[in-house]
T-cell receptor, first 116, second 114 residues
Framework: AQSVSQHNHHVILSEAASLELGCNYS??????LFWYVQYPGQHLQLLLK??????LVKGIKGFEAEFIKSKFSFNLRKPSVQWSDTAEYFC??????????????FGQGTILTVHP | KAGVTQTPRYLIKTRGQQVTLSCSPI?????VSWYQQTPGQGLQFLFE???????NKGNFPGRFSGRQFSNSRSEMNVSTLELGDSALYLC?????????????FGPGTRLLVL
């Protein structure tokens, strides 16, 4: 079965610092990749997604992620975080084959706290 | 468009009871997926329904079941509740069942089993 690993459980930054959240997945075939965010008191919502093409994808609120197939990684980045980016971030993978076909598998989540 | 709605939002049950949770997808969405979120296990896929048919199923015991109606609304049922079933149950809808579809999540139903 596929698995998704997020490197950090809790990241604490000051405003204007750069952010990189790591995400690695286990499935070796074709995958669709997602980053979701959950702001305090709100629903999970999509930040960005990758299906094919340019491995650098841009999402909402200045976030971007890079798919590196050889490293099975899909790291999330933002050059300069704001206090309003405080939230929990989830990496998710949907494989196009294997025993986990079609199932959206989430990482454990990374809590980001941004201090003003 | 109204978002995904889930009812009830909070629920307290005792061990051995059964519970039914409801999900109304975004208008026009035909696929509904259910997830369980707990502090220890994170977000785990339960099942997906499309056109009243279960398309995919996660690794949960048979006590967890679901169904989808012709208007795309979905229900999930948990029978013989256990303490470990205490969790936030999330429903997500998407227009179709393509692997590339974005899923839109509801607020969840928080279930506490005593």
């Amino acid at each position: 079965a596929q698995s998704v690993s997020q490197h950090n459980h809790h990241v604490i930054l000051s405003e204007a610092a750069s952010l990189e959240l790591g995400c690695n997945y286990s499935y070796g075939g074709t995958v669709n990749l997602f980053w979701y965010v959950q702001y305090p008191g709100q629903h999970l919502q999509l930040l960005l997604k990758y299906f094919s093409g340019d491995p650098l994808v841009k999402g909402i609120k200045g976030f971007e992620a890079e798919f590196i197939k050889s490293k099975f990684s899909f790291n999330l980045r933002k050059p300069s975080v704001q206090w309003s980016d405080t939230a929990e971030y989830f990496c998710a993978v949907r494989s196009q084959g294997g025993t986990s076909y079609g199932k959206l598998t989430f990482g454990q989540g990374t809590i980001l706290t941004v201090h003003p | 468009k109204a978002g995904v709605t889930q009812t009830p939002r909070y629920l307290i049950k005792t061990r051995g009871q059964q519970v039914t949770l409801s999900c109304s997808p975004i208008s026009g969405h035909r696929s509904v997926s259910w997830y369980q979120q707990t502090p220890g296990q994170g977000l785990q896929f339960l099942f997906e329904y499309f056109s009243e048919t279960q398309r995919n199923k996660g690794n949960f015991p048979g006590r967890f079941s679901g169904r989808q109606f012709s208007n795309s609304r979905s229900e999930m049922n948990v029978s013989t509740l256990e303490l470990g079933d205490s969790a936030l149950y999330l429903c997500a809808s998407s227009p179709w069942t393509s692997l590339q579809e974005t899923q839109y999540f509801g607020p969840g139903t928080r279930l506490l089993v005593l």
